[in-house]
């Protein structure tokens, strides 16, 4: 693989919203990660001389979208919790201190939700809302973006 190939390999990832794309030929590895929420493309790629990626993994996350988009439909009576920084969400202050929130508790306005981590800075993220947590939309310990979903709410 020469470098037209591997800057067009690059290129195309940035564009397609797929989160990490690797490669592996004969004595040839690479791996191409993006800061982007994750999307998970499970596709076969025909090794050749010089594999072009783009066509199958085009096909595969056209058909990953639809689905998400029908998903969010579901989800229009509940108000979402969105990060309001770029960091590291972590359900407990500390491993050995229990959840803040799990689902099905209720919360208020002020509740303590998350500690999100940013530049060793820990910011606890409060609710707006008052009402019953349906889904956690993060792994503890995952990296979040700005305006990321964090959690599903049920309002009162």
């Given at each position: 693989?020469?470098?037209?190939?591997?800057?067009?390999?690059?290129?195309?990832?940035?564009?397609?919203?797929?989160?990490?794309?690797?490669?592996?030929?004969?004595?040839?590895?690479?791996?191409?990660?993006?800061?982007?929420?994750?999307?998970y493309?499970?596709?076969?790629?025909?090794?050749?001389?010089?594999?072009?990626?783009?066509?199958?993994?085009t096909?595969?996350?056209?058909?990953?979208a639809?689905?998400?988009?029908?998903?969010?439909?579901?989800?229009?009576?509940?108000?979402t919790?969105?990060?309001?920084?770029?960091?590291?969400?972590?359900?407990?202050?500390?491993?050995?201190?229990?959840?803040?929130?799990?689902?099905?508790?209720?919360?208020?306005?002020?509740?303590?939700?998350?500690?999100?981590?940013?530049?060793?800075?820990?910011?606890?993220?409060?609710?707006?809302?008052?009402?019953?947590?349906?889904?956690?939309?993060?792994?503890?310990?995952?990296?979040?973006?700005?305006?990321?979903?964090?959690?599903?709410?049920?309002?009162?």
């Amino acid at each position: 693989m020469d470098i037209k190939q591997i800057q067009d390999l690059i290129r195309f990832v940035a564009k397609s919203g797929v989160n990490e794309v690797a490669i592996e030929q004969n004595e040839f590895k690479i791996t191409i990660k993006t800061n982007q929420a994750a999307t998970y493309v499970n596709a076969t790629v025909p090794t050749a001389p010089h594999p072009v990626a783009a066509a199958p993994v085009t096909e595969t996350v056209a058909h990953i979208a639809a689905p998400a988009v029908a998903a969010a439909d579901d989800n229009s009576n509940y108000v979402t919790i969105k990060s309001p920084m770029i960091g590291t969400f972590y359900r407990s202050a500390s491993p050995d201190k229990p959840m803040m929130v799990n689902v099905g508790d209720e919360i208020n306005s002020g509740t303590v939700l998350c500690i999100i981590e940013a530049m060793k800075l820990f910011n606890e993220i409060e609710a707006e809302i008052s009402g019953r947590i349906v889904k956690i939309l993060v792994d503890n310990a995952s990296p979040v973006e700005y305006d990321q979903p964090l959690f599903l709410v049920e309002p009162k």
